[in-house]
């Protein structure tokens, strides 16, 4: 089993949609929790950070459930500059290494 | 201020050469890693530096593989002799020390080849 699992997609979607990613994770002493985009050919880049209690960067909002080892992305009124991989990211009880998803591709179309 | 850089960007090698990858972190980042994705697979880690140091290696997929950062600023990753199953993009990381290691910012990456 994968130490981090997430659909691969693709998620193809309108402008102005509204879609969810879903991750989840094997290691229950996992510490830390993150969303990084990728954009084709280029590096990752930290989108969010995520925490039990939820929280919110504009049109993303991130959600973890310890309890079910479950992690999610909201993304409202997709942009065309949306368009990217999601990469679910895991930082466990090892100092610093993380641990990535396989990627979800999302595709937003005019 | 500048960001992690990777060199080279690209390396098409024949199976039983010899390749050395470098990453320059960011100024200051005392915490060093490197990463790789192999084609149709999630981004693996490889190893860790803290300054000179290796903290965690237990990516390192064999002893064909030498990671080594001298002075404790940048890093090369030497991969001797390569096979095809090395082939994929490389990616190195940095962060500061005392966040924690909370944000790793990534460089662009290397892309081998091995024909």
């Known amino acids: 089993r994968k130490e981090v699992e997430q659909d691969p997609g693709p998620f193809n979607v309108p402008e102005g949609a509204t879609v969810a990613f879903n991750c989840t994770y094997s290691?229950?002493?996992?510490?830390?929790f993150f969303w990084y985009r990728q954009d084709c050919r280029k590096e990752p880049k930290l989108l969010m950070s995520?925490?039990?209690s939820g929280n919110e960067d504009g049109r993303f909002t991130a959600q973890l459930n310890r309890a079910s080892q479950y992690i999610s992305l909201l993304i409202r009124d997709s942009k065309l500059s949306d368009s990217a991989t999601y990469l679910c990211?895991?930082?466990?009880?090892?100092?610093?290494?993380?641990?990535f998803g396989q990627g979800t591709i999302l595709t937003v179309h005019p | 201020e500048a960001g992690v850089t990777q060199f080279p960007s690209h390396s098409v090698i024949e199976k039983g050469q010899t390749v050395t990858l470098r990453c320059d972190p960011i100024?200051?980042?005392?915490?060093l890693y490197w990463y790789r994705r192999v084609m149709g697979k999630e981004i693996k880690f490889l190893l860790h530096?803290?300054?000179?140091?290796?903290?965690?290696e237990s990516g390192m997929p064999n002893n064909r593989f030498l990671a080594e950062r001298t002075g404790g600023t940048y890093s090369t990753l030497k991969v001797q002799p390569a096979e095809l199953e090395d082939s994929g993009v490389y990616f190195c990381?940095?962060?500061?020390?005392?966040?924690?290691?909370?944000?790793?910012?990534f460089g662009p990456g290397t892309r081998l080849t091995v024909t």
């Open positions: 995520v925490y039990s």
């Open positions: 530096f803290v300054k000179e140091s290796k903290q965690d």
């Open positions: 990381a940095s962060s500061h020390l005392t966040s924690g290691g909370y944000e790793q910012y």
């Open positions: 100024s200051g980042h005392d915490n």
């Open positions: 990211v895991v930082r466990g009880t090892s100092y610093g290494k993380l641990t």
């Open positions: 290691n229950s002493a996992s510490q830390s």
